[in-house]
Antibody, heavy 112, light 113 residues
Framework: QVQLKESGPVLVQASETLSLTCTVS????????VIWVRQPPGKGLEWMGI???????DYNSALKSRLSINRDTSKSQVFLKMNSLQTDDTAIYYC??????WGQGVMVTVSS | DVVLTQTPSILSATIGQSVSISCRSS???????????LYWFLQRPGQSPQRLIY???NLGSGVPNRFSGSGSGTDFTLKISGVEAEDLGVYYC??????????FGGGTKLELK
């Protein structure tokens, strides 16, 4: 069955770079895109970016200068990297396929 | 970017009560292909979002038929006909017509009265 699972550090220092991995199973990254969505504590959902099945990417314009999404199709993994973190980047980070299948999310706290 | 405005932000209901949530878009969500890419999600406490409805009115797999979606253009509604305890949480609408970026409404929290 389709599964996605986020992994990465739960605590990051301000000004540093966040690196998260979304490991998928039950489908191929060459057939489906993967999206990253985040949610600050007690707040709503924010679309961050997508890596399409052909490997192209699109990013939220508010994050574009700090964000990159890549993948390793052989390992069924999608990578999110975001630099120059600030405390308001504290959030749960989700990866999703087509907004139908979601990972459980990973809570990332940015400490000053 | 398309802005989606949900009302109310908080909705108090009793079990069995029917309720509605509104989602208004800053632009028409009717796509040139004839589809309207408006979705509804439920996020229960401590859980990931779950897709309830796609393309305005189509129920997702396993979603109870007490949920229904309607609307067109810029105005959309999610209705729950007989709230059950498992329906409590935060509801979000999302548009994909003018994507990227995909945008979400601010959310409507459904709580017990």
């Amino acid at each position: 069955q389709v599964q996605l699972k986020e992994s990465g550090p739960v605590l990051v220092q301000a000004s540093e770079t966040l690196s998260l991995t979304c490991t998928v199973s039950g489908f191929s990254l060459t057939n489906y895109g993967v999206i990253w969505v985040r949610q600050p504590p007690g707040k709503g959902l924010e679309w961050m970016g997508i890596i399409w099945r052909n490997g192209n990417t699109d990013y939220n314009s508010a994050l574009k200068s700090r964000l990159s999404i890549n993948r390793d199709t052989s390992k069924s993994q999608v990578f999110l990297k975001m630099n120059s973190l600030q405390t308001d980047d504290t959030a749960i980070y989700y990866c999703t396929r087509s907004y139908t299948y979601w990972g459980q999310g990973v809570m990332v706290t940015v400490s000053s | 970017d398309v802005v989606l405005t949900q009302t109310p932000s908080i909705l108090s209901a009793t079990i069995g009560q029917s309720v509605s949530i509104s989602c208004r878009s800053s632009q028409s969500l009717l796509d040139s292909d004839g589809n309207t890419y408006l979705y509804w999600f439920l996020q229960r406490p401590g859980q990931s979002p779950q897709r309830l409805i796609y393309l305005v009115s189509n129920l997702g797999s396993g979603v109870p038929n007490r949920f229904s979606g309607s609307g067109s253009g810029t105005d959309f509604t999610l209705k729950i006909s007989g709230v059950e305890a498992e329906d409590l949480g935060v509801y979000y609408c999302m548009q994909a017509t003018h994507a990227p970026p995909w945008t979400f409404g601010g959310g409507t929290k459904l709580e017990l009265k």
